[in-house]
C-alpha cells in the first residue's frame, strides 16, 4: 500500500512488523523507560513535555486500570503526518502502542482518531485484526505470559480542540470536548479517572525504532534539546508539497530548499497556532528552543496576502475554541474584529496595540493550549509583517 | 414522529446502547451511528440515548451542538464538505466553491430541495499538501479544480 | 471495558474536599508554600483560593461558588505560579507540591482587567436598568479594576431573545457571563438537569434541550440557578407590578401570607448581618405599604401537620390493622420544586406524596373561603400574595387545580428579594420599622410552623405533635426542650428512628373518628428521614426503588432546596453554607422563644376544626380545600 518511496533516518528507515514487541518483551520494563530517556525523546504533537517522564508517572501510578490512548485527532492546520503514518505505517504506531502497554502495564489503548479520518477506519481496523491473529495484541501477546493488551478505535466528531489531551480524554467520556483543570494531570487521573498516557501517533511510531536501536543512537540526531528527527508537513506555495522526515535543527532556509520553495515571502510553523516567520529569519533552526511546530510548515509566496491568511486563521480559532474560558472565547472574537478593522482600513494603532496586549494575556491566561497558542499568529504576523500591512506602499490596507 | 417509527427508533438505540455498553462514554460512538444512519440525530433518539444511558436529554444536546459533524435537523443525503482552512484556500477554493454553487444553484451551509446534497464548508481535512479538498460523505477527494468537484457531484445519488 | 459507573461532571472538576489532618504533626499532611513572599503552611490539597482566602488575601472570582464543584472558566481568579509558565486559576489548582505564589504581579493585573473586559464586552445592558444593580459580581469586579471604559466595545444589541415563558424563572442570555454555575447548580447540585452549555466557539451559550423555553422543559422551578447566578441573566418572574396595581385599586382587599423563611433573611436586603430575624419589623411595613390584612403561613404550617400527621396514621392504620394496600413511605409535599421533581422523575411515586397541600396553598383556600365568609368580603375582590422563599411558588399557586376556593386560591407569589424591592420602593427602611402583630382570625402560629423554614423543621414539627398524639407524653419529656437534634443541621440526607414503647396514650378528639385506640402502635418503630436539595431526595428515590433501608420509611420529609425554604430561590443572593447556617440559627432561636410550639396546641388551628373544619382533619371539607391531586408528567419532553 506504500506510494511512495519515503526517505528518512528514523521513522521512514527500515521496519519490520512486530519488530518493536519482539524485542520490548525480551527486555526489562525499566530498560525500556532507560532508553526512552536515553533518547531525550519529546512529544511530538507539539508541546514537548518528555515522552519518557510521561511514562515514568503512569507506570509509578497504583491503579488497577491504565490506559494507552494514542492522540490521532490531527487537527492542526497544515498538519497531516499522521494520516501518512496511520495510512502507510499503522505498524510503527500501534507497535510502539504495543511497546507503551508493556512499558506502563497498561492492558487497554484507544486510538481517537479524527472524525474526518473515517475513510481510513476500516484498513485500520483490518490491520489491528490482522495484528490479533498474529498474536500482536490479545493475550500473553508474543507468549509473554500475563501480557495482555488491545487497542480500540474511536472517532472524533469534528472538534479541533479534542486535540488538547484533556480535551481528548472528555470527548472520549462522553462529554464536551472541553479541556480540564491541571493538576492532577492525566498521568494520574485520565480517561475515566485512571491513570492515562496520550502521546501522538508519531511519538509512538518513533519509540517503535528507539526501543530497537536504542537511545544513544537516536540522539545523535538533532540537536541537544531537539533529538532526532521530526515529520514536517510541508503545504503552501511550493514545488514539492509532502510529508518530509528531516532532524531536528535543521534551518527554515534548508527546508525551503528541499521542497522547492521560491519567492517565500514568509513561513508559518506550527500551524494556525504558531508562529509565522519572515525572509529575514530563515535562518532560524526547526526545534523545540527555537522555531518549534507539531510538524506544520505553511509556506506563502510573495504574491500571498498576510493579512488574508491571518483572518482565515483567526476565523477558524473562533469557530474551534471550546468556548469555556473566556480569554479564548471573547478574545480570539476580539482578535477577529481587530483584522477586519485593518481590512477595512477603519482602524487605530491604540486599539491594535491594546489587542497585542490581551493576545499576551490570552497566552497566559487561557486555560488550554488552544487559547495560550491562538494569538501567536496574530502577535507575530502583525509584529514581523507590520511594515507590509500598515506601512508598506502607503500601507496595503491603510489606504 | 409516528409512533412505529419511535418504537423503531428505540429498538436501534437499545442495540447500540448493548453494543458500546451502559456509559456515558459509550455517547459518542452511539451518537456517530445514529448519524451516520439518519444523517441527523432526531429529537426524539436524544431522548432515547438520554434515557438508556440514565443522563439528562440537555447533556446529549450539548454534545450533539458541541461537535460539528452532529446536527439534529436532516441534511441532505449526502454531505459535501469543501475545506476552508489556509492552504486549500490559497490552492483555489474560491473557485471551487464558486463553481458548486452555480452547478447545484444553492449556498454554502444550503441543502438542495430534493434533498440529495447539503454544501458546507469544513476545517482542515489534513490533506494541504494535496488542496483543495473536498470530503463527500466519508471519501476524501484531493487537488480537485472547479470542473473535477463539478463531476464528482455528478457522479453521487 | 467500562464500568457501570456513570460519570456526570468530570472527575476533575468534582469537588474537592479536602479534609483537614486529624493530627497536625503527621508528616505529608501540611505542606509549606509561600504567598506573596509570606510562608505559610497549607493541608495538602487545599486550592489556592482557599489558602489566600484562610490568610486574608483577597483574590477575584466569578465563577467559582462555595456550594459547587469547581470549574476554572471565567480566569478571573489567576494567579502566578513560580515555575510555571502559564497563568494559573486559583480556585482549581489544588496545591500538592510547595510552591510560591504571587497574586498581584503586573502580568496578574492586567490579565485579570482584559477578562474582565472581555466579559464587559459581551454583556448586554446598562447598571441602571438591571435588576442586579449594586448586587452584581461582574460589576463588583468592574469597580474593583477601575474599569472606566469598554476598552473593547460593548455590545450594542441582546444577542438572545428573553425566554419568559416559566412562572418562576426568567432567562435573559445576553447577560449571561458563562460562568457555568447554573450549569453546575442544575445538573450536579440538584441532579435536574435542565440546563447545559450549548454550542462552542463564540456561539457557547447556556440553554436547554434543543433550546427551549424554561416552560417546556424538566425544570421545577427551585430557582437555585438564580441564587447562583452572578448577574441578572437569571432572575424570578416579578409580580410586584400587578401587586402594586392591586394595592392601589380601591376595590380590591390584598392580603399577604408571610412564610418563616423570608422573614430570616430579608434584613439582608437591607445590610444586616445574615440570621437577623425580622418578623415583626416586616408586618409593619407591609401595612404601611398597602397590604389590608398581614397573615402568618405557620398557622396553615401547623395545619398541614395536623392534615399530613393525620393522613400518615390513616396510612400506617390501613396497612398495619386493615391489611391493605397503602403508598408507603408517606412524602411531604409542601415544596413544590420537590412535588414537579417528583412528578417527572419518579411519576410512580405520586401516590406517596401526601395529598395535603402546602401551607401557602392551604392558605390560599382558606383566605377565600373562611376568611371571606367571616369578613363578609366577596372572595372575588380578595387578592391573596404570598411572600415566599421560593421561586417554585409561583408556578405552585398557577397551578391549574389550585383553584379550590372557587377562585385562584393564591393570586401571587412574591419572593423575599421582590419584598424588599417594594418595601424599597415605598420608602421604607425595614430595620427602623416598629414591631407589629399578625392579623386576625389566624393569628399567632406555634413554633412548629415556624420551624418548616430549615431542613428536617418539617418532620421535627410532625415528631413534636404525633409522639404527644400517640404515647400521650410530653414532647418535651421525650426530647430536651423538644428540640429534637438529629433532624437538624445540613446533612444531606437524615435518619432517625422513634420507638413508640409499649405505652400508649389515649386518642385525641379530633382523630377519635378515625382509630379506635393507639394499641396497634404498641413497640413500633417510626422510622423517618430528611433529604434537601433534589439531588439527595433522588438519593433516596433511587434507594427505595431499589428497595434498600429507606423503603421502609414511614415518613420523609423531602426539600428542593439545599438548606429547606431557607436556601429558597427567592431568597436574598448570595447564597452560601455559612448564610443558610445563621438564617437557621434564626429561625430554631425565634422557635425557642415562643410559648406555642406544637402545631397541635396552635389555638387557632383548634378554633378552625371547631368551627369550619367541622368533620376534623382529612374531614370532606378539608378534602375540597386543603388537599389537592398530582399529576404524573414524566421524563418525555414533547
Not at chain 1, 51 to 79: F, R
Not at chain 1, 293 to 317: A, C, W
Not at chain 2, 60 to 68: A, E, P
Request: hydrophobic content about 35%; aromatic content about 8%; glycine content about 8%.
Amino acid at each position: 500500500m506504500k506510494k511512495i518511496e519515503r526517505k528518512g533516518e528514523v521513522i521512514f528507515s527500515s521496519y519490520k512488523r512486530g519488530e518493536a514487541i519482539h524485542k520490548a518483551i525480551s527486555m526489562k520494563r525499566e530498560d525500556i523507560l532507560f532508553e526512552i530517556r536515553e533518547s531525550k525523546l519529546k512529544g511530538r504533537g507539539g508541546a514537548g513535555f518528555p515522552t519518557s517522564t510521561k511514562w515514568m508517572l503512569v507506570s509509578a501510578a497504583q491503579a488497577d486500570q491504565k490506559y494507552i490512548v494514542c492522540n490521532a485527532d490531527e487537527g492542526e492546520p497544515g498538519t497531516f503526518k499522521d494520516r501518512v503514518l496511520l495510512l502507510e505505517y499503522p505498524e510503527l504506531v500501534f507497535d510502539g502502542m504495543v511497546v507503551a502497554a508493556y512499558t506502563i502495564g497498561a492492558k487497554n489503548g484507544i486510538v481517537y482518531l479524527r472524525g474526518e479520518y473515517e475513510y481510513m477506519l476500516n484498513s485500520l481496523e483490518g490491520y489491528l485484526d490482522e495484528m490479533r491473529k498474529d498474536n500482536l495484541l490479545g493475550k500473553n501477546i508474543c507468549g509473554k505470559e500475563g501480557f495482555d493488551f488491545d487497542i480500540i478505535i474511536r472517532l472524533g466528531s469534528g472538534a479541533y480542540v479534542c486535540g488538547e489531551e484533556t480535551a481528548l480524554i472528555e470527548s472520549l467520556e462522553g462529554n464536551r470536548g472541553e479541556a480540564r483543570n491541571r493538576p492532577p494531570y492525566p498521568v494520574n487521573t485520565g480517561f475515566m479517572g485512571k491513570p492515562t498516557t496520550v502521546n501522538n501517533v508519531e511519538t509512538f511510531a518513533v519509540v517503535s525504532h528507539i526501543v530497537i536501536k536504542g537511545g544513544e543512537w537516536y540522539k545523535k540526531l538533532g540537536t541537544d534539546k531537539s533529538t532526532g528527527s521530526k515529520l514536517f508537513s510541508v503545504s503552501g506555495d511550493c514545488d514539492k508539497p509532502g510529508v518530509y522526515e528531516l532532524p531536528w535543527g535543521t534551518k527554515i532556509s534548508e527546508l525551503l530548499e528541499i521542497v522547492g520553495a521560491k519567492n517565500t515571502k514568509a513561513v508559518q510553523v506550527g500551524g494556525a497556532s504558531g508562529i509565522c516567520i519572515p525572509k529575514s529569519q530563515f535562518d532560524r533552526t526547526l526545534a523545540y528552543e527555537d522555531a518549534t511546530t507539531g510538524g506544520s510548515i505553511m509556506i506563502f509566496n510573495e504574491e500571498r496576502d498576510l493579512l488574508h491568511v491571518l483572518k482565515n486563521f483567526m476565523e477558524f480559532f473562533v469557530e474551534e475554541s471550546c468556548g469555556q474560558c473566556t480569554p479564548c472565547r471573547i478574545g480570539n472574537v476580539k482578535l477577529l474584529e481587530g483584522v477586519e478593522m485593518i481590512e477595512k482600513g477603519k482602524f487605530t494603532f491604540h486599539h491594535i496595540n491594546n489587542l497585542k496586549e490581551l493576545g499576551k494575556s490570552m497566552q497566559v491566561a487561557s486555560k488550554c493550549g488552544l487559547g495560550q497558542s491562538s494569538p501567536n499568529p496574530f502577535i507575530s504576523i502583525l509584529e514581523n509583517f507590520r511594515e507590509e500591512i500598515f506601512n508598506g506602499n502607503g500601507g496595503i490596507h491603510g489606504k | 414522529m409516528l409512533v412505529l417509527e419511535k418504537n423503531e427508533m428505540t429498538k436501534e438505540i437499545e442495540q447500540l446502547v448493548n453494543k458500546y455498553g451502559f456509559s456515558r462514554s459509550s455517547l459518542l460512538p452511539i451518537l456517530q451511528d445514529i448519524q451516520r444512519k439518519h444523517k441527523a440525530v432526531p429529537d426524539f433518539a436524544q431522548q432515547e440515548v438520554a434515557r438508556l444511558l440514565d443522563i439528562h436529554p440537555v447533556e446529549v444536546y450539548s454534545v450533539v451542538s458541541f461537535y460539528s459533524f452532529f446536527n439534529t435537523k436532516q441534511k441532505g443525503k449526502n454531505l459535501v464538505r469543501l475545506c476552508q482552512t489556509i492552504t486549500c484556500d490559497l490552492a483555489g477554493k474560491k473557485s471551487v466553491a464558486r463553481a458548486l454553487e452555480r452547478e447545484i444553484g444553492i449556498k454554502f451551509g444550503e441543502t438542495t430541495k430534493d434533498n440529495k446534497i447539503t454544501l458546507e464548508y469544513v476545517n482542515c481535512l489534513g490533506m494541504c499538501d494535496q488542496g483543495p479538498a473536498l470530503l463527500v460523505n466519508e471519501r476524501v477527494y484531493s487537488k480537485v479544480t472547479p470542473e473535477k468537484a463539478v463531476q464528482i457531484l455528478s457522479e453521487i445519488k | 471495558m467500562e464500568s457501570k459507573e456513570k460519570l456526570r461532571a468530570p472527575i476533575s472538576q468534582k469537588p474537592h474536599v479536602v479534609e483537614k489532618p486529624k493530627d497536625p504533626s503527621y508528616i505529608g499532611g501540611t505542606i509549606s508554600i509561600e504567598i506573596n513572599e509570606k510562608k505559610l503552611s497549607v493541608p495538602l490539597g487545599t486550592t489556592i483560593l482557599e489558602a489566600c482566602k484562610e490568610y486574608g488575601i483577597h483574590v477575584p472570582t466569578l465563577c467559582y461558588h462555595e456550594d459547587l464543584c469547581m470549574a476554572g472558566v471565567c480566569r478571573v481568579c489567576v494567579v502566578e505560579v513560580e515555575g510555571m509558565r502559564t497563568l494559573q486559576a486559583s480556585c482549581a489548582f489544588p496545591i500538592t507540591a510547595p510552591i510560591k505564589i504571587k497574586t498581584s504581579t503586573p502580568m496578574v493585573r492586567k490579565a485579570r482587567r482584559h477578562i474582565i473586559d472581555l466579559m464587559l464586552s459581551e454583556h448586554s445592558g446598562e447598571c441602571y436598568s438591571c435588576i442586579r444593580n449594586s448586587n452584581c459580581e461582574l460589576q463588583k469586579l468592574a469597580k474593583e479594576y477601575g474599569v472606566d471604559h469598554y476598552t473593547f466595545g460593548h455590545v450594542d444589541k441582546p444577542r438572545y431573545e428573553v425566554d419568559n415563558s416559566s412562572y418562576s424563572v426568567i432567562r435573559d442570555m445576553s447577560k449571561c457571563v458563562l460562568c457555568k454555575r447554573c450549569v453546575r447548580t442544575c445538573i450536579d447540585l440538584q441532579e435536574v438537569g435542565v440546563l447545559e452549555s450549548l454550542d462552542r466557539g463564540r456561539e457557547t451559550h447556556i440553554g436547554t434541550f434543543l433550546d427551549k423555553p424554561l416552560s417546556d422543559v424538566i425544570c421545577i422551578n427551585c430557582g437555585q440557578c438564580i441564587n447562583r447566578c452572578p448577574t441578572a441573566a437569571l432572575r424570578a418572574n416579578d409580580p410586584s407590578d400587578e401587586i402594586w396595581n392591586a394595592i392601589d385599586d380601591p376595590n380590591k382587599h390584598v392580603v399577604i401570607q408571610t412564610a418563616p423563611s423570608p422573614r430570616a433573611a430579608i434584613g439582608e436586603e437591607f445590610g444586616l448581618p445574615a440570621g437577623t430575624s425580622m418578623t415583626r419589623q416586616m408586618n409593619t411595613a407591609l401595612k404601611r405599604i398597602g397590604f389590608d390584612r398581614v397573615f402568618d403561613t405557620n398557622t396553615t404550617a401547623d395545619l398541614t401537620i395536623i392534615e399530613e400527621g393525620t393522613e400518615l396514621v390513616i396510612r400506617l392504620y390501613k396497612a398495619l390493622v386493615k391489611k391493605e394496600q397503602v403508598s408507603l413511605p408517606q412524602f411531604t409535599s409542601c415544596s413544590p420544586g420537590w412535588v414537579k421533581y417528583l412528578e417527572h422523575y419518579y411519576p410512580e411515586y405520586i401516590d406517596n406524596l401526601s395529598s395535603a397541600k402546602s401551607p401557602q396553598q392551604m392558605f390560599g383556600a382558606l383566605i377565600k373561603t373562611f376568611y371571606a365568609e367571616k369578613t363578609g368580603i366577596d372572595p372575588a375582590n380578595i387578592v391573596s400574595v404570598a411572600v415566599m422563599p421560593c421561586s417554585a411558588k409561583k408556578f405552585e399557586c398557577n397551578r391549574p387545580e389550585m383553584n379550590d376556593s372557587g377562585y385562584k386560591d393564591v393570586d401571587y407569589g412574591l419572593t423575599t428579594r421582590e419584598l424588599a424591592q417594594m418595601i424599597k420602593e415605598a420608602g421604607i427602611h425595614l430595620p427602623e420599622m416598629p414591631k407589629g402583630d399578625f392579623d386576625s382570625p389566624f393569628g399567632e402560629a406555634s413554633g412548629a410552623g415556624l420551624i418548616f423554614g430549615a431542613t428536617g423543621g418539617v418532620m421535627e414539627a410532625a415528631i413534636r405533635s404525633i409522639v404527644e398524639f400517640v404515647t400521650g407524653k410530653k414532647a418535651e419529656d421525650v426530647f430536651e426542650k423538644a428540640n429534637i437534634i438529629p433532624l437538624r443541621g445540613f446533612d444531606g440526607i437524615k435518619y432517625m428512628e422513634i420507638p413508640i414503647g409499649n405505652e400508649v396514650g389515649t386518642v385525641p378528639d379530633i382523630l377519635k373518628h378515625l382509630v379506635p385506640d393507639w394499641n396497634w402502635l404498641k413497640g413500633a418503630t417510626l422510622k423517618v428521614a430528611v433529604a434537601h436539595g433534589t439531588a439527595n431526595a433522588k438519593k433516596i428515590m433511587d434507594d427505595i426503588k431499589a428497595g434498600g433501608k429507606f423503603s421502609e420509611c414511614h415518613f420523609i420529609e423531602f426539600m428542593a432546596c439545599p438548606g429547606g425554604c431557607l436556601g429558597g430561590g427567592g431568597q436574598p443572593i448570595p447564597t452560601t453554607p455559612e448564610i443558610r447556617k445563621k438564617r437557621a440559627q434564626a429561625i430554631y432561636a425565634e422557635d425557642e422563644s415562643l410559648v406555642v410550639r406544637k402545631s397541635h396546641e396552635n389555638p387557632y388551628v383548634i378554633r378552625l376544626y371547631e368551627e369550619f373544619l367541622k368533620e376534623g382533619p382529612c374531614g370532606h371539607k378539608s378534602h375540597k380545600l386543603l388537599h389537592t391531586h398530582y399529576i404524573k408528567r414524566g421524563r418525555y419532553i414533547a
